[in-house]
């Protein structure tokens, strides 16, 4: 008999040694892409023939939340309760986020503004730009990058914070009910969540992957990881299997972008996680250089504000190669730092946290508590939060819209658009 994931995972005694070349290979991809948007504006992907680069693109972030997706949902297994898998996730994602934040606003900023530094630090776009380690992403800070090809961006690669942020609040909540445990319940929520994303879609606009990617796409994406990481012990360990869906999952977004249908990325989705899933638990060897930590993230977060500050100095070599040449290094090194002198001291914490559990821990199932109601309330107003500051999904502006089409309320001249987030 053909061997499953889930043995496969066995076999290796949990640990994917393809999940790190997975993890540096689609950092990398994205930082190669911001080269040339950063380099030549980011109506450049218009210019590009129809395929294959613009379908492969398409493909990065989803399999990335994909990745998420499947890894997530084996800690949430493991560690069992919510209090120690928010701790976690926490632990994970905050300390590189702050750093970067911290950093543009506080040492980029000041460097490189336009403004004067009183005007700078008084402008409101500067606290705004802070709110980005809460969920509130902004990009820009006063007078940055002004007559760069992508003006005014500092860090778009922030614009994913909103959705993981969104993916790890959906987790918990399915923890507190016992849901994430049930095959059946998890086909449900994924299935009902498709059901709204493409209704949004069609209600508010088509954003087709490869021309504008709806964070909603992503977050379905990172729930077909949950399931298939509970359906791995049914879903075959193959190779071939694998490389058929890759080549099919392609071919489903290269129609979705020729013809505007955005189920055909929905389709695609389950297909490219078991690409993730094969690639992840295939034995390689060890990376060199990148084994000795995990720098996809700090790759991630740091390289757009070095690479547009590469752009802000050298305006007469702004090429792609150019671009991607001086920044990589840079961006090794702060990627480097970050994990050994910030992310990993950070993470060992948890040790201790996972050694002792706490005196009170809150139940994932059981009875309904007012301390277990309470936990849930806060956090599905700060998933609201998370939404509408970050405009992840229509909020204010698709209301007003659904209201207007029934009659109910009348636009005004300085209303936002209803708008996805991209």
Same mark, same amino acid.
């Given at each position: 008999?053909?061997?499953?994931?889930?043995?496969?995972?066995?076999?290796?005694?949990?640990?994917?040694?393809?999940?790190?070349?997975?993890?540096?290979?689609?950092?990398?991809?994205?930082?190669?892409?911001?080269?040339?948007?950063?380099?030549?504006?980011?109506?450049?992907?218009?210019?590009?023939?129809?395929?294959?680069?613009?379908?492969?693109?398409?493909?990065?972030?989803?399999?990335?939340?994909?990745?998420?997706?499947?890894?997530?949902?084996?800690?949430?297994?493991?560690?069992?309760?919510?209090?120690?898998?928010?701790?976690?996730?926490?632990?994970?994602?905050?300390?590189?986020?702050?750093?970067?934040?911290?950093?543009?606003?506080?040492?980029?900023?000041?460097?490189?503004?336009?403004?004067?530094?009183?005007?700078?630090?008084?402008?409101?776009?500067?606290?705004?730009?802070?709110?980005?380690?809460?969920?509130?992403?902004?990009?820009?800070?006063?007078?940055?990058?002004?007559?760069?090809?992508?003006?005014?961006?500092?860090?778009?690669?922030?614009?994913?914070?909103?959705?993981?942020?969104?993916?790890?609040?959906?987790?918990?909540?399915?923890?507190?009910?016992?849901?994430?445990?049930?095959?059946?319940?998890?086909?449900?929520?994924?299935?009902?969540?498709?059901?709204?994303?493409?209704?949004?879609?069609?209600?508010?606009?088509?954003?087709?992957?490869?021309?504008?990617?709806?964070?909603?796409?992503?977050?379905?994406?990172?729930?077909?990881?949950?399931?298939?990481?509970? /359906?791995?012990? #049914?879903?075959? =360990?193959?190779?071939?299997? !694998? %490389? &058929?869906?890759?080549?099919?999952? *392609?071919?489903?977004? +290269?129609?979705?972008?020729?013809?505007?249908?955005?189920?055909?990325?929905?389709?695609?989705?389950?297909?490219?996680?078991?690409?993730?899933?094969?690639?992840?638990?295939?034995?390689?060897?060890?990376?060199?250089?990148?084994?000795?930590?995990?720098?996809?993230?700090?790759?991630?977060?740091?390289?757009?504000?070095?690479?547009?500050?590469?752009?802000?100095?050298?305006?007469?070599?702004?090429?792609?190669?150019?671009?991607?040449?001086?920044?990589?290094?840079?961006?090794?090194?702060?990627?480097?730092?970050?994990?050994?002198?910030?992310?990993?001291?950070?993470?060992?914490?948890?040790?201790?946290?996972?050694?002792?559990?706490?005196?009170?821990? /809150?139940?994932? #199932?059981?009875? =309904?508590?007012?301390?277990? !109601? %309470? &936990?849930?309330?806060?956090?599905? *107003?700060?998933?609201? +939060?998370?939404?509408?500051?970050?405009?992840?999904?229509?909020?204010?502006?698709?209301?007003?819209?659904?209201?207007?089409?029934?009659?109910?309320?009348?636009?005004?001249?300085?209303?936002?658009?209803?708008?996805?987030?991209?």
């Amino acid at each position: 008999m053909r061997q499953s994931i889930g043995e496969r995972l066995t076999e290796l005694k949990g640990i994917g040694p393809g999940f790190d070349h997975l993890r540096i290979g689609l950092a990398l991809s994205i930082l190669t892409w911001h080269s040339f948007s950063i380099s030549y504006g980011q109506g450049y992907a218009a210019s590009l023939p129809v395929f294959p680069v613009p379908v492969l693109l398409a493909a990065l972030l989803p399999m990335f939340f994909g990745l998420s997706g499947f890894l997530v949902m084996s800690s949430a297994l493991r560690t069992g309760e919510v209090k120690t898998f928010i701790t976690l996730r926490v632990l994970r994602i905050v300390p590189a986020l702050f750093t970067e934040v911290l950093l543009s606003a506080l040492v980029l900023g000041p460097l490189l503004t336009s403004l004067p530094l009183g005007a700078y630090f008084r402008d409101p776009m500067f606290l705004e730009y802070l709110g980005s380690m809460i969920g509130r992403v902004r990009f820009s800070l006063p007078g940055l990058f002004l007559d760069n090809p992508a003006p005014e961006l500092v860090n778009f690669a922030l614009w994913t914070v909103g959705p993981e942020i969104l993916c790890y609040v959906l987790m918990a909540l399915l923890m507190l009910s016992g849901a994430h445990r049930s095959l059946k319940a998890m086909l449900w929520v994924a299935g009902l969540y498709a059901l709204v994303a493409l209704t949004a879609g069609v209600l508010f606009g088509n954003h087709v992957v490869g021309e504008v990617l709806p964070s909603k796409l992503l977050i379905y994406c990172f729930l077909i990881g949950n399931i298939l990481y509970l /359906l791995r012990d #049914r879903v075959p =360990f193959s190779h071939v299997v !694998a %490389a &058929v869906a890759f080549v099919v999952a *392609l071919g489903l977004i +290269f129609a979705a972008q020729q013809t505007s249908t955005e189920i055909y990325t929905y389709i695609a989705g389950p297909l490219l996680i078991y690409v993730v899933a094969v690639v992840g638990l295939t034995r390689l060897p060890p990376l060199p250089f990148f084994h000795r930590g995990d720098y996809s993230y700090g790759l991630y977060i740091f390289g757009f504000p070095v690479q547009q500050a590469i752009a802000h100095f050298l305006p007469s070599h702004r090429e792609w190669y150019v671009n991607l040449a001086l920044a990589l290094p840079i961006v090794l090194l702060f990627a480097v730092a970050s994990w050994h002198y910030i992310e990993k001291p950070v993470l060992s914490l948890r040790k201790k946290i996972l050694a002792k559990p706490p005196a009170d821990p /809150l139940p994932a #199932r059981g009875r =309904f508590t007012a301390r277990k !109601a %309470a &936990v849930v309330l806060a956090l599905v *107003l700060y998933g609201l +939060f998370v939404i509408d500051a970050s405009s992840v999904l229509p909020t204010r502006s698709g209301a007003k819209m659904m209201l207007y089409g029934f009659g109910l309320y009348q636009y005004k001249p300085n209303d936002e658009l209803p708008h996805v987030f991209f």
